[in-house]
């Protein structure tokens, strides 16, 4: 992601995401309260 200017991405925060086999995993069972994903405009 080095290549992508900071001005380009904004920042989404989720409480889980979910895998590709269907499992979710919460933020909270790794110690945060949210994960942050990264979306390009």
Avoid: P, W
Avoid at 31 to 38: E, L, Q, S, V
């Amino acid at each position: 992601m080095d290549e992508i200017r900071k001005s380009d991405v904004t920042y989404i925060y989720v409480a889980f995401i979910t895998l590709r086999n269907g499992k979710r995993i919460y933020a909270r069972q790794y110690g945060h309260k949210a994960f942050r994903i990264a979306v390009k405009h």
